[in-house]
Each structure stands twice: as structure tokens, then as C-alpha cells.
């Protein structure tokens, strides 16, 4: 209707031409929370088209505008107030047993949880287990059934509050996207597993 002054996208599911066609209407900005090279993204396909690129990992761009590094990461204001919150005091004493989070990713294409989920089984000292997945997450029948056999687990699917998760936690282990920004800023300790290459310059 004449009224486009422009388009804030993440890149997912959207092809170059819906990008190319805005350009053409307005101003297009990309938001990447990973890291590409020459850019390319980590399958190989080329960056999608815009007049400037906000990526808190990068460092470089073949787009004019670049708004890159951690002062540009883009996260609720809610993590902030948590940031200011957090009291690695209040967090359990070696005694009581470590809370571990798991979160490797709303999809978890690789399985990355069923493989942390085996190694915790010998691990000792661990109070108990949260494992964090999306409802449509690749491999989450087979986790559930993991995790109903080991005692002190539970999985938890679409989490609602995951700031609570992160404040109840001791210790993460999880992915080095967007979520590892939050843990961050909660002031949790994480053990970080790359899912795929764009997210080496935010574990960097």
C-alpha cells in the first residue's frame, strides 16, 4: 500500500529474492546470531541481501553497514535484569549436588543431548538433570524415553521461563547460539558444544 519504510529479517526460511524484492521497497536489515565467512553460512549458502548486517560474533561483511560484536547481541530486556541479579553465591554448595542444565538447541538436529545424557550417567555428584527441548525438536521421543530412565532427570519441552532454568542451574551444558548469550548474561557456567560452524565466533 505504499506505506513499507523497511524490513528487520533473521534469515530463516527466506529466500533471496523476497530479500532482493525489498531492498527495492526499502531498508533491509539482517539480525545472524552466527558467524559466516566470505560470506557464505555454514551450509554453504550465500549471506541473503541487505543494506546492513547486526551480528554480535563477526568480525567481517560484504555488506556496507556492519553493526557486529557483543555490544550488538539483540536479547530480551528480562535477560539484563537477571544479569544484574545474579548471585553465583546463592548457587548450590559442593555438598548439596550439582542442578545441570541441558540446552543444545530447541531442534537439536545432531543429538548432541542423548550423548550428554550417556555421560552423565557416570558422573557423580549431580543433584538432578533438566533437559530443555522444543516440541518439535528431531530426536525427542528417544530423549524422553532416555531421560525417564535415569532417576534424577526430567525433560521440560517449549520452556516458558528460561531464566528460571538458568538461575536454578549450577551448570550448563549447551549450544554456542543465541542461548549461550543468555546464560551469559545470567551469570551461568556453561560447557559449550558448536552445533555448526556459525556459532564459533559467539563461543570465541
Known sequence: DGQFRGLIFDGYELLPTDA???????YVVQFDDGQFDDGRFDDG???LPAHCRVNPAAASS???HELFG???ALLDAAFAKAHEQARPDQK?????GLQLLIAMGARDTKNVTAAVLDACRILPGLREIRVI???HADHLDAVRAQVENIDNACLIVDCRDMIAEYERADLAVGAG???LLERLCC???SLIVVQSRNQLGNVK
Open 20 to 26: 532482493e524484492r525489498a531492498m527495492t521497497m526499502g
Open 45 to 47: 549458502a550465500a549471506a
Open 62 to 64: 560484504p555488506v556496507e
Open 70 to 72: 557483543l555490544e550488538y
Open 92 to 96: 548450590s554448595t559442593p555438598g548439596d
Open 133 to 135: 527441548m522444543g516440541a
Open 177 to 179: 547460539g543465541v542461548s
Open 187 to 189: 551469570g551461568l557456567p
